[in-house]
């Protein structure tokens, strides 16, 4: 925003942050508070402190280095009230999405960095690692909670540990327990439940597939394409074309070999939103499967869930493939919605980094990253409601099935009570 966007915009922007700040304490902090997120988002190549005050006609560098950097107030409250806030406008709130995104770093001594892969970068670099869940609808994104990923070179040093001012109870934690626990965190905010969606980096793992059933939560989960499958096709109906049973019923193929011997009439071709320039569109297949891996020690073997398959025309083969626990009678359209979405998680973070500065914090303490984070955080929700406000019906539900689709459309988020 440039100064007289901002200045259009002003009162109801304070009425935000008034309710919003009220968990930082004093009205010295919400006063600095409330020029942080001014100065997120005026204009400006850097969102660091120092070119933001410059920025601010009541901009002071001391002042919002010392909110920012040394205050003891508690991000978590802030965060929820900002959820609970989102909530009310991003209705139906269908997915939530889990990822992580890179932060690059010079030097060695901001907390958690270290050389690392980054999927910002596209390859190992000297960064600090942030894991996300984000709640989406077709219309919406919005991060609910961010947790900083420590690598064990830092959770095994305890002297740059207390240095950082990490607190003490914390341990290594890999990043899909870290995601485990900010659904956690959503879950005991009373944040409705969304279908919990991701990328290999995290649907690869049982143990977080499992952790979501063990939740009580569905999940639609990128896997690779050497993930394994029982094939089973005698408890499938057969039809003409259909490839001829196996003679060992639980023979085990990968997901792409078992995609190939999928008939031509289960593919469908699916456009699933409009893009910026044409419709995304693709061939999809969804087929009842039972996963081969071995299950997460005191479990038992994963249960019979859906396996969705892109197949691009013109393609030799098979791009990509989820794993979801979505009921029986889940149409591929809705399927694919899911799938899909996760688009939504990646332009957040575009514009969290681009238009906010997510990442230019230039500080190196544990808890002056979060209170960046989470009043960049105030600056991207307060934006997110004013595109809604602009629109007069923003929301819109998962697409019907479409033709061919069997089952109903009844079940689009929730727990997994109803499943077998």
């Given at each position: 925003?440039?100064?007289?966007?901002?200045?259009?915009?002003?009162?109801?922007?304070?009425?935000?942050?008034?309710?919003?700040?009220?968990?930082?304490?004093?009205?010295?902090?919400?006063?600095?508070?409330?020029?942080?997120?001014?100065?997120?988002?005026?204009?400006?190549?850097?969102?660091?402190?120092?070119?933001?005050?410059?920025?601010?006609?009541?901009?002071?560098?001391?002042?919002?280095?010392?909110?920012?950097?040394?205050?003891?107030?508690?991000?978590?409250?802030?965060?929820?009230?900002?959820?609970?806030?989102?909530?009310?406008?991003?209705?139906?709130?269908?997915?939530?999405?889990?990822?992580?995104?890179?932060?690059?770093?010079?030097?060695?001594?901001?907390?958690?960095?270290?050389?690392?892969?980054?999927?910002?970068?596209?390859?190992?670099?000297?960064?600090?690692?942030?894991?996300?869940?984000?709640?989406?609808?077709?219309?919406?994104?919005?991060?609910?909670?961010?947790?900083?990923?420590?690598?064990?070179?830092?959770?095994?040093?305890?002297?740059?540990?207390?240095?950082?001012?990490?607190?003490?109870?914390?341990?290594?934690?890999?990043?899909?327990?870290?995601?485990?626990?900010?659904?956690?965190?959503?879950?005991?905010?009373?944040?409705?439940?969304?279908?919990?969606?991701?990328?290999?980096?995290?649907?690869?793992?049982?143990?977080?597939?499992?952790?979501?059933?063990?939740?009580?939560?569905?999940?639609?989960?990128?896997?690779?394409?050497?993930?394994?499958?029982?094939?089973?096709?005698?408890?499938?109906?057969?039809?003409?074309?259909?490839?001829?049973?196996?003679?060992?019923?639980?023979?085990?193929?990968?997901?792409?070999?078992?995609?190939?011997?999928?008939?031509?009439?289960?593919?469908?071709?699916?456009?699933?939103?409009?893009?910026?320039?044409?419709?995304?569109?693709?061939?999809?297949?969804?087929?009842?499967?039972?996963?081969?891996?071995?299950?997460?020690?005191?479990?038992?073997?994963p249960p019979r869930?859906?396996?969705?398959?892109?197949?691009?025309?013109?393609?030799?083969?098979?791009?990509?493939?989820?794993?979801?626990?979505?009921?029986?009678?889940?149409?591929?359209?809705r399927l694919v919605?899911?799938?899909?979405?996760?688009?939504?998680?990646?332009?957040?973070?575009?514009?969290?980094?681009?238009?906010?500065?997510?990442?230019?914090?230039?500080?190196?303490?544990?808890?002056?990253?979060?209170?960046?984070?989470?009043?960049?955080?105030?600056?991207?929700?307060f934006l997110v409601?004013?595109?809604?406000?602009?629109?007069?019906?923003?929301?819109?539900?998962?697409?019907?099935?479409?033709?061919?689709?069997?089952?109903?459309?009844?079940?689009?988020?929730?727990?997994?009570?109803?499943?077998?």
């Amino acid at each position: 925003m440039d100064s007289r966007e901002l200045q259009s915009c002003r009162g109801r922007l304070e009425a935000f942050l008034a309710e919003l700040l009220e968990p930082v304490g004093r009205l010295e902090r919400r006063r600095w508070g409330n020029a942080y997120v001014r100065g997120l988002l005026l204009d400006g190549e850097r969102k660091s402190i120092e070119p933001m005050a410059a920025r601010l006609s009541d901009g002071n560098v001391q002042a919002m280095q010392q909110f920012v950097g040394q205050s003891p107030w508690d991000h978590h409250p802030i965060r929820r009230k900002l959820a609970e806030r989102m909530v009310a406008e991003m209705v139906p709130a269908v997915a939530w999405v889990v990822d992580d995104t890179g932060f690059p770093k010079q030097g060695k001594r901001s907390v958690g960095v270290a050389r690392q892969y980054s999927g910002t970068l596209g390859k190992v670099g000297n960064c600090q690692i942030a894991v996300s869940l984000h709640m989406a609808t077709a219309e919406a994104c919005m991060p609910v909670n961010f947790e900083l990923y420590l690598p064990k070179a830092w959770t095994d040093d305890p002297v740059r540990m207390k240095d950082s001012g990490v607190p003490d109870e914390y341990l290594f934690k890999p990043k899909w327990q870290i995601a485990l626990d900010l659904i956690d965190q959503a879950v005991s905010w009373e944040i409705p439940k969304g279908v919990v969606v991701c990328d290999c980096a995290y649907g690869n793992g049982n143990p977080f597939r499992q952790g979501l059933m063990d939740r009580k939560l569905f999940y639609v989960a990128e896997i690779e394409a050497k993930t394994t499958v029982f094939c089973d096709s005698r408890k499938r109906k057969r039809r003409v074309g259909d490839p001829a049973p196996d003679t060992d019923k639980t023979a085990v193929l990968t997901v792409e070999d078992f995609a190939l011997k999928l008939p031509a009439w289960m593919w469908k071709t699916i456009k699933w939103r409009e893009g910026t320039k044409h419709k995304l569109v693709s061939r999809f297949a969804a087929v009842r499967v039972l996963p081969a891996h071995r299950p997460v020690k005191g479990k038992s073997r994963p249960p019979r869930q859906w396996l969705l398959i892109e197949w691009p025309k013109g393609t030799p083969a098979p791009e990509k493939y989820w794993f979801a626990n979505l009921p029986p009678q889940a149409g591929l359209s809705r399927l694919v919605f899911f799938a899909k979405i996760r688009w939504r998680i990646e332009q957040s973070y575009q514009q969290l980094k681009e238009e906010l500065g997510l990442d230019h914090y230039e500080g190196r303490g544990y808890r002056g990253w979060h209170h960046h984070v989470t009043m960049t955080m105030l600056a991207y929700g307060f934006l997110v409601l004013e595109a809604l406000r602009s629109k007069k019906n923003y929301w819109v539900d998962p697409p019907e099935n479409q033709a061919g689709d069997a089952g109903s459309d009844s079940v689009l988020v929730g727990d997994m009570s109803d499943l077998q």
